[in-house]
Structure formats: C-alpha cells, structure tokens
C-alpha cells in the first residue's frame, strides 16, 4: 500500500474491509466505512444563508458551500431536473472517506430524470478530491467522527429547507450510500414531505454487528476484537487505532441503526449486490428478516452477481434503483413496493 509520510498508515483491521477495493493488504476501511452510523448530535442552527453557488461543474451540478454546526462548512452538489416535470428530490449521504463524488456525479446520478439532486459532503472533504481511504490527512482523521458528520448534515439539511419556507414542492427521498445509510434515521426529521429512505449497499444492522459477520468471514475477528478493547479503554478519544480516532470507534462501536430503521414511520428500499465483497449476505439476510416487522413498507432488493458497488458485468444497479424512484414517481399511489418493469 502506499504510504504518505504524516498520513495514517493502513492497518489490518481497515485492510480486510477494502480488500475488494485495494487488494488483500489493503486498508480494511472500505467495508467499515460502508457500516458506519452516527449517534445523536446537539442540535445546531443555520447561522447564515446559503452562500451563491461556487463553480458551475459538469453534468449540471453546481457546487455549494453551506454552514455546518460549530462554525463549519459543508460543500454540497446540487442539480436541476434532467427532464421536466420536476416529480421528486433526492438527497444523497454518501460513503465514508475523504473523497468527493464530483468525479462520478455526472454518470451516477443520470438516471435520476425527473428529480432534482443534492449530494452533501462532510467538512474537509471537496466534491472533487480522489483521496484513497488510507491515505486521509491527519486533520480528517480526527474530525472525522461518526456523530459529528450527523451534526453537520443535519445543519445542511436545515439550510436547505430554509431555502424553502413553504416546505418542496415536490416529495423527497433520502438516500444513503454505504457508510451514508447509517445517518438516515436521525436525519429523517429534518427532510420535509419525505416520501421514504433508500439503503444502498448498506445492512441495516447496527455496524458493530455487522462488521463484526464480516470480520469474521474475512479471517480477521482478532484485529476487530482488539479494536474493540482499544475503543473500551480509558485512553483519549483523539488517540489512532488502525488508521482512526478513538472518537471515531467509539461512535462506531456503540450506534443503534437497525432499532429505529426498524420502528420508523418512512418507507424504506433497500438495494444490496448478490455478491457484495464488503459486506457479507447475512448480514443483509438478518436485517431483512428483522425488518419484515416494520408498519411501513419495506422493500428490500437483492442484485444477482453485483458487488458492493451495485455493478455486474454489462448492468448498472445503481441506475435500476433510480429508474424504480422513476416508476414510484410516475406512479405514488402504488407505493414504493409496487412491481414495475425492471429498468
């Protein structure tokens, strides 16, 4: 793996998580990263408006730069509809990491037609930057906790309602992609008229228990468990265990997810690869079967052959979910389940 000198050093642990990304040596990050959550955050407030938009960038995203709580910023992406009329928004929470999705944005999102798209980013992190996990700077590293991110995209959310005092015109989907879906429960509030929750690539179980399935099925549950007594210790939060911050752990360790994804009021899909190489299928098997509970819809959806990305050779995932965002569009009434055409 590569190496920057006073960058955090990839560990064992970050390692067998970020295989499929990185190799077997690799940072475990990627698969922790796609497990992450945040706890409960004070509550911030909008200190100033939303500022004009920074950079016009391709595919008809433009670039923001929005107060965040404690006196930060977040940059946010945002674009129009692709094709009139305008049916619904979507709010994207992506991954961890220190990397944008300004790269990808335009491909990504394409088939979101008939939606208007804003795409938050955490505090430090630029929508253009191609930063590997392992090698995030020093400064992230300890910023870069779980309850603090959901703190700053809970103010974020708060300045874009703002923006709109009548409330959207149009319903709202929130999305979570990997790491992004363990925020959606304690951001839920904060989204007028929403319409319902999407998981992608994301479990649903709390992250301690499914990084703990999937530690164990990649062979490396003692580096796990000695995090484990590294987060339970006295020693400071801003100490660095295999590439993170206690603080960071610590979030990690003791978040509830499934709980209230499970007792919450909002339809929620749930969008997963056959063949995810980060996050093993019991992981996804057990959440589902816990969910099948819920008093609102759920609707979980299994990609035969796609990896953790939603890919497959010659098929796309991540754009049949959104041509199923396009169907409930078209067709509210029927619900966010409904059968349709697969895209």
Do not use: N
């Amino acid at each position: 793996m590569h190496r920057t000198t006073g960058h955090p050093q990839a560990s064992p642990v970050l390692a067998f998580f970020a295989r499929g990304r990185r190799g077997r040596a690799g940072a475990a990050w990627a698969v922790l990263a796609a497990l992450l959550c945040a706890c409960t955050a004070p509550t911030t407030t909008m200190t100033a408006p939303p500022a004009p938009p920074l950079h016009a960038l391709p595919g008809g995203f433009t670039e923001h730069r929005w107060p965040a709580a404690d006196g930060q910023t977040v940059q946010v992406l945002e674009r129009a509809e692709r094709a009139a009329p305008l049916r619904y928004r979507v709010i994207v929470i992506p991954g961890s990491g220190c990397a944008g999705m300004g790269a990808v944005a335009e491909r990504y999102f394409a088939g979101l037609l008939h939606a208007q798209v804003l795409v938050l980013h955490k505090p430090g992190v630029a929508p253009w930057a191609r930063t590997a996990p392992g090698d995030c700077a020093p400064d992230f590293v300890q910023a870069d906790a779980l309850s603090t991110w959901a703190a700053h995209a809970r103010a974020a959310l708060r300045t874009d309602a703002a923006r709109h005092p009548g409330g959207p015109q149009v319903p709202q989907w929130l999305v979570g992609i990997s790491e992004g879906g363990e925020l959606l429960p304690t951001l839920a509030p904060e989204v007028p008229r929403l319409a319902g929750l999407v998981l992608l690539a994301s479990s649903g179980l709390d992250p301690l228990e499914a990084g703990t399935l999937q530690a164990r099925r990649q062979g490396a549950l003692a580096p796990w468990q000695a995090v484990g007594r590294a987060q339970a210790s006295a020693r400071a939060d801003t100490a660095v265990v295999q590439g993170r911050s206690l603080r960071y752990w610590r979030d990690l360790w003791h978040w509830p997810l499934a709980a209230p994804l499970i007792a919450g009021p909002w339809p929620l899909l749930q969008v997963w690869g056959a063949d995810d190489e980060l996050v093993p299928a019991v992981a996804y098997e057990r959440f589902a079967a816990q969910a099948a509970s819920r008093s609102a819809p759920y609707c979980p959806r299994s990609l035969p052959g796609a990896d953790h990305g939603l890919q497959r050779p010659g098929h796309d995932g991540v754009q049949q979910v959104w041509g199923w965002l396009e169907q409930w569009a078209r067709r509210p009434q029927a619900g966010p389940c409904a059968e349709g055409e697969t895209p």
